[in-house]
């Protein structure tokens, strides 16, 4: 039987203070819809016009069986196309029409991409803070609840240091490189790390997996120090390196180091992650599925890696909602390229605005194996955390060098 998609509209919440957009696609059938995450934290509004003034009234009447063409069609009926905007709003209605394609079936959307070969995905979480010891702490806390890969994150003292929680001064407060600013050193930075990954493995034995996020915030040259640096203390992997613009440095830096490389959640274009799989310069790749239009894509991207060698470590922040979590967990759930899965523990605010969210436990997340992607949104809940007031709407205010240069992340 054919079903046709009646409405596509998006639904703003912040459960957990961070803003997610969930878009959801309804048919024909009262009772059939899908969810999908359309999450661009930083540019949410413009998603949703995405969505609701083009999105909408382009695939309206289409059979929601024909997710391939409904992508494509879409993609290029703006002519102009990839960068995160469209490429959320393309996710949002692609996620939707899995959830759709699993429901029909009867199965959850890891069965429709070929079942699972492992039974729940390994994760890895966050240790962050504004001291060694303080970081080193709470890697002991995860690594006592059985969480096996701990990603460490220490703030420069007095610095807007990634990951760490200092607090960001917003544009209102600071606007310019004459101003006082949120200052990051690069060059204090890279003799930090190393002492914090030099305690870590002291405290925390051989065994328990440490991971690093650059947050693409350094010069090559700083990349390529800190890299040596971190050599002895055997990370499982070093994350986001370089940013998307200096990626031809990959080839230097993987020729100078042998730490394991984990490249890719700024990407939004498969032109940017192509030669980096191609000439194998990257072990994991970590794109953010709904930055790259969504789970049509992200398939065909963890089958291309497969084929070179390169594991999937799908980008997995707050700023993803549950449903968004979900594609993820399918994909690593069914890809034999799987490395490791970024996760960030659901508050229960957001377990309540999303019934039906994956367990958490022994280190791994684990699905609940009902159709589609087996969660659900109760919209009268999620209307009850409205997005937090912001004076532009969740943008990101600047991180400067001591000179006023703003820092790249
Ligand atoms: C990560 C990321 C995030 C991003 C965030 C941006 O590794 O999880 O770096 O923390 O900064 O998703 O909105
Ligand atoms: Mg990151």
Not at 163 to 176: E, I, M, P, W
Not at 281 to 295: A, C, E, F, K, T
Request: hydrophobic letters at 40%; aromatic letters at 8%; charged letters at 20%.
């Amino acid at each position: 039987m054919r079903n046709s998609i009646r409405k596509i509209r998006c639904i703003l919440t912040a459960p957990a203070g961070i803003r997610l957009v969930v878009v959801k696609v309804e048919t024909d059938e009262p009772t059939l819809y899908g969810l999908g995450c359309a999450t661009f934290t930083q540019r949410p509004l413009a998603v949703v016009e995405a969505v609701e003034k083009y999105l909408d009234p382009f695939l309206h009447g289409r059979d929601v069986a024909e997710i391939e063409d409904i992508f494509l069609a879409s993609q290029v009926s703006s002519y102009w196309r990839q960068g995160p905007v469209l490429n959320n709003a393309l996710s949002g209605v692609d996620m939707a029409l899995w959830d759709i394609k699993g429901k029909r079936a009867g199965m959850p959307v890891h069965d429709l991409l070929g079942g699972k070969c492992r039974m729940a995905a390994p994760v890895y979480v966050h240790a962050a803070g504004k001291s060694i010891p303080e970081v080193v702490a709470q890697a002991q806390q995860h690594q006592a609840a059985g969480f096996r890969h701990v990603r460490l994150q220490v703030e420069v003292p007095g610095q807007a240091t990634y990951g760490t929680a200092s607090d960001l001064k917003t544009h209102a407060q600071v606007d310019g490189p004459t101003t006082p600013h949120n200052i990051f050193v690069p060059a204090d930075y890279v003799r930090i790390v190393p002492r914090l990954f030099e305690h870590a493995r002291s405290e925390l034995g051989e065994e328990l997996e440490l991971l690093h996020d650059i947050h693409e915030r350094l010069p090559p040259p700083l990349t390529m120090q800190l890299a040596k640096d971190l050599e002895p203390y055997r990370l499982f992997f070093l994350e986001d390196a370089l940013p998307p613009e200096e990626i031809d440095y990959f080839r230097r830096l993987r020729a100078t180091t042998h730490l394991p490389l984990a490249m890719g959640e700024l990407f939004t274009n498969v032109h940017e992650f192509l030669p980096l799989i191609r000439e194998q310069l990257i072990d994991y790749i970590r794109v953010h599925l709904s930055m790259i239009g969504g789970l049509t894509m992200s398939r065909k991207l963890a089958a291309l890696c497969e084929f070179f060698g390169v594991r999937t470590a799908w980008h997995g922040p707050g700023d993803t909602s549950p449903v968004g979590h979900a594609a993820n967990l399918a994909l690593d759930l069914a890809c034999p390229n799987f490395g490791i899965q970024e996760f960030s523990p659901f508050n229960q605010a957001t377990r309540d605005v999303f019934p039906g969210c994956m367990e958490l436990r022994d280190g791994a997340v684990w699905p609940n194996d009902r159709p589609g992607w087996g969660i659900d949104l109760d919209e009268a809940l999620a209307a009850r955390f409205p997005f937090p007031d912001h004076p532009y709407n969740g943008a990101w205010p600047a991180i400067r060098q001591r000179d006023g240069s703003v820092v790249r992340p």
